[in-house]
């Protein structure tokens, strides 16, 4: 993987942290800029695992498409969602500049689109775990979201055999209930941890954890 995709994902990472225009609603999205190495790693991880070239793979709230642009690398093609409308337009650019660049086959699929990183017929459920947890913002923020993404992209979710999502820490349960219950059998689920230390650092190692759907067993890695 060419530090070609690295420096575009740290460029983008860099223009997304002083836009402050953008600041607040970014924040409240709970978008966080992974350290492309991280993500080189993490795709690297993936390989090793032996999937083929036809594998699909879905990023639930992709940002400015890190994961997207490391798949679509080694010729996996995505399908990425976002709520935020302007780190999808970030995306899309990355991974123009990408094909232009060469870093990328120009036929390797790369779709993104705006919206609840959810499916709709599931949102009802999910507004009822957050409000078990007493989460007001949780509870009131899937119907702010507008777009379908999952109608526009024409994908359901048992579509794919990776799927990668960098959840809010209350969300990780139902988060792993839901893909439980939709990922089809031996589907690769990349789950980072959110950090929780407001001192955690671009650089910083990472946990991450790595499980087949239907495998009770998770490989945790800390890069």
């Not at 860099?14 to 966080?32: A, H, M």
């Not at 507004?127 to 119907?143: D, F, Q």
């Not at 089809?184 to 759907?213: G, W």
Request: proline fraction near 3%; hydrophobic fraction near 35%; aromatic fraction near 12%.
């Amino acid at each position: 993987m060419s530090q070609g995709i690295r420096d575009i994902l740290n460029n983008s990472n860099y223009e997304i942290n002083t836009d402050s225009g953008n600041k607040r609603e970014l924040n409240s999205t709970g978008f966080y800029a992974l350290c492309p190495d991280r993500l080189k790693y993490l795709t690297e991880e993936v390989i090793k695992l032996g999937l083929n070239s036809e594998t699909l793979s879905l990023d639930m709230g992709c940002g400015n498409g890190g994961f997207a642009l490391m798949a679509a690398a080694v010729g996996f093609n995505s399908f990425d969602i976002d709520a935020n409308s302007f780190l999808i337009d970030k995306a899309r650019k990355n991974f123009r500049l990408a094909v232009e660049q060469d870093l990328v086959d120009s036929s390797t699929i790369c779709k993104f689109a705006v919206g609840n990183m959810y499916p709709e017929y599931y949102l009802n459920a999910y507004e009822e775990y957050a409000k078990n947890l007493g989460n007001s913002y949780m509870e009131s923020t899937p119907r702010k979201i507008k777009g379908e993404p999952y109608k526009e992209l024409g994908i359901k979710i048992s579509d794919f055999g990776i799927i990668y999502c960098f959840p809010w820490s209350e969300q990780r349960k139902f988060l792993t209930n839901f893909l439980a219950s939709e990922a089809r059998d031996n589907a690769i689920l990349i789950l980072p941890h959110r950090p929780t230390d407001t001192n955690f650092t671009y650089s910083d190692k990472l946990s991450v954890e790595l499980k087949k759907v239907g495998d009770s067993i998770w490989k945790k890695i800390i890069k």
